[in-house]
């Protein structure tokens, strides 16, 4: 079974600094996609970023990278130039598929608060 | 194009009450999944249905909950007798197909029961 794992249950930055949240996960596939999702506190579960597997490449979406470590199935999260609309739940994602539809696992979510 | 929609955003039922959580999909989305929420904890999957079928009840409980996606209509999680421990945020997400690498989340529903 896949599992996702984020060590970190609460973290705090500095508006303006950069902070990295954690994630492993436990996999016996080698097709499958991450997703790290921001859950403010509407809790409208919002995509931040997503990588294939398959790709090298860390994926990169405006202040938001990832560190994407296949070998040591990690995946962690950059935020750089913290804001403090980046306060919210951030919870990481293990995704794969077949014929017949997704497989997404959650991992248990760190709560980020930026502090002014 | 729309979202995903859900209501009621919140619902209060007394325990024994039925609840019945409405997910409509984004437009050309068949595939529709739901997910539970404990307080303090990550999503929990729990059914995978397309039009008409249920594909995957692997994390359904066994009883009091069910699920449909009828031809026509929104998606209905509905669950029987509600306790005090099925107070939860439930989500449901869409996709338009099963090789997608994607699902778009609604705002959940947050159940309240007292």
């Known amino acids: 079974a896949q599992t996702v794992t984020q060590s970190q249950p609460e973290m705090s930055v500095q508006e303006a600094e950069t902070v990295t949240l954690s994630c492993t996960y436990d996999t016996s596939e080698n097709n499958y996609y991450l997703f790290w999702y921001k859950q403010p506190p509407s809790r409208q579960m919002i995509l931040v970023i997503r990588q294939e597997a398959y790709k090298q490449q860390n994926a990169t979406e405006n202040r938001f990278s990832v560190n994407f470590q296949k070998a040591a199935k990690s995946f962690s999260l950059k935020i750089s130039d913290s804001q403090l609309g980046d306060t919210a739940m951030y919870f990481c994602a293990f995704m794969t598929r077949d014929n017949y539809g997704q497989n997404f696992v959650f991992g248990p979510g760190t709560r980020l608060s930026v502090l002014p | 194009n729309a979202g995903v929609m859900q209501n009621p955003r919140h619902l209060v039922r007394r325990r024994g009450q039925e609840a019945r959580l409405r997910c409509s999909p984004m437009k050309g989305h068949s595939h529709v999944y739901w997910y539970r929420q404990l307080p303090e904890e990550g999503l929990k999957f729990m059914v995978y249905l397309q039009k008409e079928n249920i594909i995957d009840e692997s994390g359904m409980p066994k009883e009091r909950f069910s699920a449909e996606f009828p031809k026509e209509g929104p998606s209905i999680l509905r669950i029987q007798q509600v306790v005090r421990g099925d107070s939860a945020a439930y989500f449901c997400?869409?996709?338009?197909?099963?090789?997608?690498?994607?699902?778009?989340f609604g705002p959940g529903t947050r159940l309240t029961v007292t």
């Open positions: 997400a869409s996709s338009p197909r099963a090789s997608s690498y994607e699902q778009y």
